[in-house]
């Protein structure tokens, strides 16, 4: 390997807690939920709910297409805060949060997330920070299906290696 290849900086590399200002919004990428993706986190999750799975049982519930657990949800929300690398490399451990759904999700419903920082201070450790956020779930007709408020330890500038 080359002196250069060795020196050269990684291409993507999240924010840290710094630079994760009180205030300051961004808004993730889109993507559209598929039956596939609903069937599969069933499955893995064990979700064996026929709310779920039975069309005709959520159709009496009163919902009007195929149905997605809350947490699903969730899941595909934070997979698209992650695809957009605020957190590559700067994520030390994910600490708490509330999780609220505001209305139903559907099978062909489109998701994005609107993250708004609400909180960023040092933590007790040097070169670490705590941020705290609010993720807005948006489906394509622009109404917010869900919201959660992560609290997250995130490294700093001043970041050093725990190891010895």
């Known amino acids: 390997m080359t002196e250069t290849a060795s020196a050269a900086e990684p291409l993507v590399r999240g924010m840290t807690w710094e630079d994760m200002k009180e205030g300051a919004a961004f808004r993730t990428a889109a993507r559209t939920v598929t039956e596939t993706d609903l069937m ?55 600490m708490h949060m509330e999780f609220s759904v505001k209305r139903p999700t559907y099978v062909g419903d489109t998701l994005h997330v609107v993250v708004e920082i609400t909180g960023s201070r040092p933590s007790s450790k040097p070169g670490r920070g705590v941020v705290s956020s609010r993720c807005g779930v948006i489906n394509q007709r622009g109404e917010e299906v869900a919201v959660f408020t992560p609290v997250r330890l995130i490294r700093g500038r001043d970041f050093a290696d725990g190891r010895a």
């Open 40 to 94: 599969s986190f069933v499955h893995l999750g064990g979700f064996n709910e026929p709310l779920f799975y039975d069309a005709r049982h959520a159709s009496e519930g009163g919902y009007t297409g195929r149905l997605l657990p809350g947490a699903l949800v969730y899941v595909l929300a934070e997979g698209l805060i992650l695809q957009t690398n605020v957190l590559h490399g700067t994520g030390l451990a994910f």
